[in-house]
């Protein structure tokens, strides 16, 4: 297989849980499994383009089902059994029949000569047959009674009580923590792709430093650093990339009206992806000499920060490090400061944030081979937006940042 799953993990998971399978719903989770992607049809978000089962026994590969379109990705990955239904798009296979002598129509009717009497396409695929083949899925794994952990949280409600009918006899639970639990700890190949993530958003926000100046518009020096991370990936030769903004700065952080003024402060929040792998890199700066408040705002941040930095270890609970950073923004002068989490999980979702949160309700403990964004950020209207965030790599040793460490955490004054 050729997915990110740790089988061996995932296994010790169900044993405790008391499941015999793991059904995965959501696209990137199917991807994560498989290494095979779920296809167009995900992209309705309604159940069934593309599911998979992993079996508790880790010696028994992942099966799928998976539409027409996107089944030669699947049976490449590894994916067995393997269930396929139709959508939209009209396609078929001729390669198994060429050279061919005869006309064009001759050939695709012998390439499409398996298709059943009355065969249609649906006009984007049909939960019911795509269903049906996850009963089929089920039957051949020998799951069919089985206890299974459903990823609940990527089923739509108007969808839930028709995968229910579909599985019956098989009993559901929801396994949806579980399958964050597994996501949150990253193979190598993983962490290789936030790292290069990491580097190139780091040398795209150092080439945008000098674009920072008055006058500059938020939108265009959005558009720059977008510019920039392709300029930086094409330099690396690194394929897949995209790439995500916040940028604001003034008075009205998130609005960001006009240009940028004399002592005005800049915040920006940035992300290069790669192969659906996101970074989240976060650095505050000033054009000219900043207001005295908006120093001590960074300062009280940045100070928060080094403290929570300090604590990232394996063994070390991200509710603590919450009440540690929250302590010393008070301990600091800001009794009032109350931000709900510190930084996020980084992998492959429909956004930059994802499970765990440093936060107080948080009961994950830390573990080598996550990857976080560890961040402290503040949003004042009428003075500013101030951020620090790195990408932090767990370590038996502790933490490593997933960057090249070009840029200081101080608020940086630009000419």
Same mark, same amino acid.
């Given at each position: 297989?050729?997915?990110?799953?740790?089988?061996?993990?995932?296994?010790?998971?169900?044993?405790?849980?008391?499941?015999?399978?793991?059904?995965?719903?959501?696209?990137?989770?199917?991807?994560?499994?498989?290494?095979?992607?779920?296809?167009?049809?995900?992209?309705?978000?309604?159940?069934?383009? #593309?599911?998979?089962?992993?079996?508790?026994?880790?010696?028994?590969?992942?099966?799928?089902?998976?539409?027409?379109?996107?089944?030669? #990705?699947?049976?490449?990955?590894?994916?067995?059994?393997?269930?396929?239904?139709?959508?939209?798009?009209?396609?078929?296979?001729?390669?198994?029949?060429?050279?061919?002598?005869?006309?064009?129509?001759?050939?695709?009717?012998?390439?499409?000569?398996?298709?059943?009497?009355?065969?249609?396409?649906?006009?984007?695929?049909?939960?019911?047959?795509?269903?049906?083949?996850?009963?089929?899925?089920?039957?051949?794994?020998?799951?069919?009674?089985?206890? =299974?952990?459903?990823?609940?949280?990527?089923?739509?409600?108007?969808?839930?009580?028709?995968?229910?009918?579909?599985?019956?006899?098989?009993?559901?639970?929801?396994?949806?923590?579980?399958?964050?639990?597994?996501?949150?700890?990253?193979?190598?190949?993983?962490?290789?792709?936030?790292?290069?993530?990491? =580097?190139?958003? /780091?040398?795209?926000?150092?080439?945008?430093?000098?674009?920072?100046?008055?006058?500059?518009?938020?939108?265009?020096?959005?558009?720059?650093?977008?510019?920039?991370?392709?300029?930086?990936?094409?330099?690396?030769?690194?394929?897949?990339?995209?790439?995500?903004?916040?940028?604001?700065?003034?008075?009205?952080?998130?609005?960001?009206?006009?240009?940028?003024?004399?002592?005005?402060?800049?915040?920006?929040?940035?992300?290069?992806?790669?192969?659906?792998?996101?970074?989240?890199?976060?650095?505050?700066?000033?054009?000219?000499?900043?207001?005295?408040?908006?120093?001590?705002?960074?300062?009280?941040?940045?100070?928060?920060?080094?403290?929570?930095?300090?604590?990232?270890?394996?063994?070390?609970?991200?509710?603590?490090?919450?009440?540690?950073?929250?302590?010393?923004?008070?301990?600091?002068?800001?009794?009032?400061?109350?931000?709900?989490?510190?930084?996020?999980?980084?992998?492959?979702?429909?956004?930059? /944030? /994802?499970?765990?949160?440093?936060?107080?309700?948080?009961?994950?403990?830390?573990?080598?081979?996550?990857?976080?964004?560890?961040?402290?950020?503040?949003?004042?209207?009428?003075?500013?937006?101030?951020?620090?965030?790195?990408?932090?790599?767990?370590?038996?040793?502790?933490?490593?940042?997933? #960057?090249?460490?070009?840029?200081?955490?101080?608020?940086? /004054?630009?000419?």
């Amino acid at each position: 297989m050729s997915g990110h799953i740790d089988r061996a993990r995932a296994a010790r998971l169900m044993q405790v849980a008391g499941l015999d399978a793991l059904v995965l719903a959501a696209p990137e989770s199917f991807r994560w499994a498989t290494g095979a992607p779920a296809g167009v049809a995900a992209n309705w978000r309604r159940l069934g383009a #593309a599911l998979a089962v992993v079996p508790a026994d880790p010696a028994r590969p992942v099966g799928v089902v998976v539409t027409d379109l996107f089944a030669g #990705a699947a049976e490449a990955a590894g994916c067995a059994p393997l269930h396929r239904h139709a959508i939209w798009p009209e396609t078929g296979d001729l390669r198994p029949f060429l050279p061919f002598a005869g006309d064009a129509a001759s050939l695709v009717a012998r390439a499409t000569a398996d298709r059943p009497p009355g065969f249609a396409r649906p006009a984007t695929f049909d939960r019911a047959t795509a269903l049906a083949a996850l009963r089929a899925l089920l039957t051949d794994q020998g799951l069919s009674n089985a206890r =299974l952990g459903v990823e609940l949280s990527a089923v739509p409600a108007a969808d839930l009580s028709a995968l229910e009918a579909a599985v019956t006899p098989a009993r559901m639970v929801d396994a949806s923590l579980m399958v964050e639990r597994l996501r949150a700890h990253k193979s190598p190949a993983e962490i290789a792709l936030l790292r290069e993530a990491g =580097l190139i958003t /780091e040398a795209a926000l150092l080439s945008l430093l000098p674009e920072i100046r008055q006058g500059a518009t938020r939108d265009a020096l959005g558009q720059r650093f977008l510019e920039l991370v392709r300029r930086v990936a094409q330099q690396r030769g690194t394929p897949s990339v995209t790439a995500w903004e916040y940028v604001g700065f003034g008075a009205s952080p998130w609005s960001s009206p006009g240009g940028i003024a004399p002592g005005d402060v800049v915040k920006v929040d940035v992300g290069a992806v790669v192969g659906g792998y996101s970074a989240d890199l976060a650095r505050t700066f000033t054009c000219g000499a900043p207001a005295p408040q908006a120093r001590q705002v960074h300062a009280a941040l940045r100070q928060a920060f080094e403290i929570g930095r300090a604590m990232f270890r394996p063994g070390a609970a991200l509710r603590d490090i919450h009440a540690a950073c929250l302590g010393a923004m008070r301990d600091a002068g800001f009794p009032s400061y109350a931000r709900g989490h510190f930084g996020h999980g980084l992998g492959a979702s429909i956004w930059s /944030e /994802e499970f765990p949160y440093t936060a107080a309700d948080s009961d994950v403990v830390l573990e080598a081979g996550m990857v976080m964004a560890f961040e402290l950020p503040w949003y004042l209207d009428g003075l500013g937006g101030f951020i620090v965030e790195d990408v932090l790599l767990v370590t038996e040793q502790g933490a490593e940042t997933l #960057a090249g460490g070009g840029l200081p955490h101080a608020l940086v /004054e630009l000419p």
